[in-house]
């Protein structure tokens, strides 16, 4: 019943004419992996402007990176701080369960998956 | 004396203090407004009137004690992404409609302990997806300078309200531009802080890296009273920065004299309409005159920051946003047939347009074969963008240049291309790629619409562009115009 893939892994159209533009299967694959439901009349309109915003991140291929280190914290020298592994929040699950769509004894309820 | 509305933030806690009116007196004034202008301007998604007037009240007993803080019974207004303990957070979205935070963001903790009211949560795009406040599922916010136009966003809903003075401040958030550009299409003073600034702890998250607090305010003054009590440091966001908060408010008399000013290069480009470029020219001659000296910088990799931030900004966006999975809170599809189906319903149906074209951009350059090519090339080449500020503030003090390319634009003018509708946003994008603070002050109009011009200094520099501000405030009138219909 999951289908979860092991590798986020989007298929390669076997011809393409202009490498950034999307297929139909491809739309429907990112989707899939989004996990979000498209209407029919959705997967075209999702094809041109998704081709469209790639083909416009392209530019970025132009720029020279060879030797530049990807950005991975936006204040210099800066990381991730960690904090002490001591025990600072109470049960709050009663409370939270307010927000969920349906939940029996503590629990959320979801569709059941094994059978 | 003054009608209450024309008083701004820092005026009205002062009048308090001195028991001049009453902050249930301010409450009931300002949400006659916010009400007589819901069915025009959309500017609210919650107004709390019975909380507010009783949180009024409470502040009118503290400021009889001699009790208060620095906002004891202010009124404000939260954007809708913040979330506030027992009143709704939709953050614009139908997937949110029904969420009750069981908690305060910091933001709104820090600010109802300071004192301020608030009257109401203010419409935003959806998931702050967006320039001109049109994705948001309770309609859009329409620009009181002229009710065709949009108002920016995504804090349109925010930056509406100031500038009708519905409230006289209110809470905002950045990723992109969405405080500075709302702030300069509806004529008001916008404040993006440094990156770790202001903690980002109960803020719906969109993309973590560039996701940033700040303020909406009519003056400068203002901002630099809302931000001293909103900034610092909080346990709960591990990217709030350990830093003292400076007093932003004791500081604004810092004289603008010598002030080293650089003119971006790039953003005076064909992109920038002639009127828009006018007026910062003139501004640029007010500067002058009061001592700052003006030179050219150029950020060579700055253009390339819209194409940048719409890899990251989506990217980050698809990790973040899979949290909605119709399970734990948020919409959920009626009677799904497996597991599955749940989560696609649910999400299909919750989320918007853009917000999906985002979840799927992002999908897409995170996934194997692309995440190179797309993902970590935009990093490296933020990483140019962050090095060519850098160099800058080495030979000047703040960055000036234009917040927008044009005045605001007609509603649905561009909703049909998305590209078009990311272009807006194409002055404002470096600061939040840098983690740089960033400042919209209005300075003058293109016909009858508000032009803003943007001060971007360096790493917690939010002093400095908050006392440029200031001086340029205190020799023009511009922020103090409000729009016909609400004066």
């Known amino acids: ?115 | 004396m003054r009608e209450l509305h024309h008083i701004g933030l820092t005026g009205l806690a002062a009048g308090l203090r001195a028991r001049r009116f009453s902050s249930v007196e301010l409450a009931e004034a300002f949400l006659k407004r916010i009400e007589a202008s819901q069915g025009t301007l959309n500017a609210f998604i919650s107004v709390t009137r019975a909380q507010a007037l009783s949180d009024a009240a409470a502040a009118d007993r503290a400021l009889a004690a001699g009790s208060g803080g620095a906002l004891t019974g202010v009124p404000i207004a939260h954007k809708d992404l913040f979330c506030t303990a027992g009143v709704r957070t939709t953050c614009g979205s139908r997937m949110l409609d029904n969420f009750v935070s069981p908690y305060d963001a910091t933001v709104v903790a820090k600010l109802k302990r300071a004192g301020a009211v608030m009257l109401g949560k203010t419409n935003m795009d959806e998931f702050a997806m967006g320039s001109s406040n049109e994705t948001s599922y309770y309609g859009p916010v329409r620009n009181p300078w002229d009710q065709r136009l949009v108002p920016g966003g995504s804090s349109g809903g925010s930056a509406a309200a100031v500038a009708a003075r519905l409230v006289p401040g209110a809470t905002a958030t950045d990723t992109g531009g969405s405080i500075r550009q709302p702030a300069a299409l509806c004529g008001i003073t916008g404040l993006k802080p440094t990156y770790g600034r202001v903690s980002r702890y109960g803020m719906v998250a969109f993309a973590s890296s560039l996701d940033q607090g700040g303020v909406l305010t009519t003056s400068a003054a203002d901002a630099a009273l809302m931000l001293r009590e909103m900034a610092g440091f909080d346990p709960h966001d591990s990217t709030s920065v350990e830093r003292e908060v400076p007093d932003y408010v004791a500081e604004l008399g810092a004289p603008l004299g010598g002030l080293r000013v650089g003119l971006l290069k790039e953003f005076f480009d064909k992109g920038l309409d002639p009127a828009n470029e006018q007026r910062i020219r003139e501004a640029l001659k007010v500067f002058e005159s009061l001592g700052a000296q003006l030179s050219e910088v150029s950020l060579p990799n700055l253009p390339l920051s819209v194409p940048v931030y719409y890899v990251v900004a989506p990217a980050e966006c698809s990790s973040n946003l899979a949290r909605f999975d119709g399970v734990r809170y948020g919409h959920r599809c009626e009677n799904p047939r497996d597991l599955l189906d749940l989560y696609r319903r649910s999400r299909g149906e919750g989320f918007g347009a853009e917000v999906k074209r985002r979840i799927m951009t992002g999908t897409y350059v995170l996934s194997a074969g692309y995440y190179d090519a797309y993902y970590l090339k935009a990093q490296r080449v933020r990483q140019l963008i962050s090095a060519d500020f850098t160099r800058a503030f080495a030979s000047v003090d703040v960055v000036i240049g234009p917040t927008t390319p044009t005045p605001a634009f007609a509603i649905g003018a561009k909703t049909s291309d998305p590209i078009t509708m990311y272009l807006n946003d194409i002055y404002t994008i470096g600061a939040n790629l840098a983690g740089l603070p960033g400042l919209s002050v209005p300075c003058g109009f293109a016909g009858e619409l508000p032009v803003g011009l943007q001060i971007v200094g360096p790493h917690f520099s939010e002093a400095r562009l908050l006392s440029a501000a200031h001086a340029f405030q205190g020799a023009t009138d511009w922020h103090t115009r409000i729009p016909k219909g609400f004066a």
Do not use: C, W
């Open chain 1, 1 to 115: 019943m999951y289908d979860f893939p092991l590798i986020f892994r989007i298929p390669q159209p076997h011809t393409s004419r202009t490498p950034m533009a999307l297929t139909r299967e491809q739309i429907e694959s990112i989707a899939a992996l989004a996990r979000l439901e498209l209407s029919a009349a959705e997967l075209p309109v999702y094809q041109t402007s998704l081709s469209s915003i790639l083909e416009f991140v392209g530019a970025l291929e132009r720029a020279d990176t060879a030797s530049v280190t990807p950005m991975a914290h936006p204040l210099p020298g800066l990381s991730q701080r960690l904090r002490p592994d001591e025990v600072t929040e109470q049960d709050h699950h009663a409370e939270y369960q307010q927000n969920a769509p349906q939940t029996a004894a503590g629990l959320y309820l979801v569709p059941k998956v094994i059978e």
